[in-house]
Nanobody, 124 residues
Framework: QVQLQESGPGLVKPSQTLSLTCTVS??????????WSWIRQPPGEGMEWMGA???????YYNPSLKSRTSISRDTSKNQFTLQVSNVTPEDTAVYYC????????????????WGQGTQVTVSS
């Protein structure tokens, strides 16, 4: 059973960079079949796919976030990370990591595995 766990600071100041890590267990981020995504849900809003990293390390981003978002991976630690630069209060959300055979979706049923989510608040 694949398990994903998000970690990172729960509070970030405006204009700083948000950094989160997803640790994968029970599976490998080197899997040739899976894409590893970051998705967020702001309070009172729907899910928003942010980006993904694929089997050979290729990255894919939501065009609306691409200029501020970076996803990378550390295969030795079986982790992938999210960075969002120049955050504002509008980046306040529950952030999830997820995996599945595709990327880009905003629905939970489009992914095989999800992390529990981590609340990130952007505030001074």
């Amino acid at each position: 059973q694949v398990q994903l766990q998000e970690s990172g600071p729960g509070l970030v100041k405006p204009s700083q960079t948000l950094s989160l890590t997803c640790t994968v267990s029970g599976g490998s981020i080197n899997s040739p079949y899976d894409y590893w995504s970051w998705i967020r849900q702001p309070p009172g809003e729907g899910m928003e796919w942010m980006g993904a990293i694929g089997p050979i390390g290729s990255t894919y981003y939501n065009p609306s976030l691409k200029s501020r978002t970076s996803i990378s991976r550390d295969t030795s630690k079986n982790q992938f990370t999210l960075q969002v630069s120049n955050v504002t209060p509008e980046d306040t959300a529950v952030y999830y990591c997820a995996s599945g055979p595709a990327y880009g979706g905003n629905r939970k049923d489009q992914y095989h595995y999800w992390g529990q989510g981590t609340q990130v608040t952007v505030s001074s």
